[in-house]
């Protein structure tokens, strides 16, 4: 797999200098190769800010760091970028990581700081990390400590929300999204990156509160200021438009998902969405109708006790006993 070429790049890196030879120093660099290794990590850093499931951008994102380091092992901005590199290669879904991803990326950012202790975007990753991790205090001391350094990184308050909202604060969370919203969609994909993401777990709050309004405004604001290759937006949006009772809408939002790039959750949330609508349909007494879209849910997904267990503690859980007779007819 991919993901395995972006480690051969970067981890023997990680290998060489965190291991072996972390304490040696390397060649002063002149401001001229200053701004050289600048410009590269610059363009490692779009690269991954364009990252929407696509293993190539890792890849080269990966080689441009290794070519950095090569040059000059001293050079704290590249080890922000292995870091990101190193969480973006071992992300599964949601917040599951492979093991060991997070341990890897807080090495690369501790060598950051190490080398450039006034580095700000070593603090932003890192909070994020300690955020992961469960170490709450950790992630406010080190976004805080970012913002004095004077970094002007949009996910700050993003990750300071992600803080909030993993210990289900959502007002206080809420706050600190809508910071990130204030700035708008903005000019580079950083920013858009950023508004985005935070108007998506805007929505997951306006799930929480079964503020089903408020999620069906914020899905269409996401959805649109989505990047084209942004598939996970409109997937997310989707799922949590039919756990919220929104089907129609969900399967519109998973259709266009899976348009732009085939993969799992998409299907299975489309899958969820399918199975939904025609469960309503055979509890508005037309099960004729609902057919078709019983139908192609069970082509996506035959596990419908599966998928019925899912409609628990959702605003469709009365429609689960449709979908175990259905179960038992088949």
């Not at 991919?2 to 002149?30: D, N, R, V």
């Not at 004095?148 to 993993?166: C, E, M, T």
């Not at 999620?215 to 949590?240: F, H, I, K, M, Y």
Request: aromatic fraction near 10%; charged fraction near 20%; hydrophobic fraction near 40%.
């Amino acid at each position: 797999m991919l993901y395995k070429q972006i480690y051969k790049w970067i981890l023997a890196f990680a290998i060489t200098l965190f291991i072996s030879g972390c304490g040696q120093q390397g060649e002063i660099a002149t401001d001229a190769s200053i701004d050289a290794l600048s410009d590269k990590t610059k363009q490692a850093q779009v690269i991954l800010d364009n990252y929407y499931g696509k293993r190539e951008n890792l890849v080269l994102a990966a080689k441009l760091v290794s070519e950095i380091l090569t040059e000059n092992d001293q050079y704290a901005p590249a080890y922000a970028q292995m870091s990101r590199i190193i969480l973006l290669g071992g992300h599964v879904v949601s917040y599951d990581f492979r093991g060991g991803t997070h341990e890897k990326a807080r090495m690369a950012l501790e060598r950051a700081i190490e080398l450039d202790p006034n580095y700000a975007e070593s603090y932003v990753l890192m909070g994020y990390v300690d955020s992961l991790s469960g170490r709450p205090d950790s992630a406010d001391m080190n976004l805080m400590k970012a913002i004095r350094l004077g970094s002007k990184n949009p996910w700050i308050y993003n990750n300071l929300a992600d803080v909030k909202f993993h210990s289900k604060s959502f007002n206080e969370a809420d706050h600190f999204y809508k910071k990130t919203v204030k700035l708008g969609v903005g000019e580079t994909a950083q920013q858009r990156r950023a508004y985005v993401s935070a108007l998506t777990q805007q929505m997951n709050i306006a799930y929480q509160r079964s503020d089903t309004e408020r999620l069906v405004r914020l899905a269409s604001l996401a959805t649109d200021a989505a990047a084209p290759e942004d598939a996970w937006t409109w997937g997310n949006s989707g799922g949590l438009l039919c756990r919220s009772g929104r089907l129609d809408l969900g399967i519109e939002y998973n259709r266009k998902a899976l348009s732009i790039m085939s993969y799992g959750v998409a299907q299975y949330n489309l899958s969820y969405c399918l199975y939904g609508k025609g469960a309503e349909l055979v509890s508005q007494g037309d099960a004729a109708q609902a057919q078709p879209f019983l139908e192609e849910a069970y082509q996506l997904n035959p596990d419908i006790m599966g998928v019925a267990d899912d409609f628990l503690n959702t605003d469709i859980e009365h429609l689960r006993e449709i979908l175990i007779n259905k179960q038992k007819s088949v």
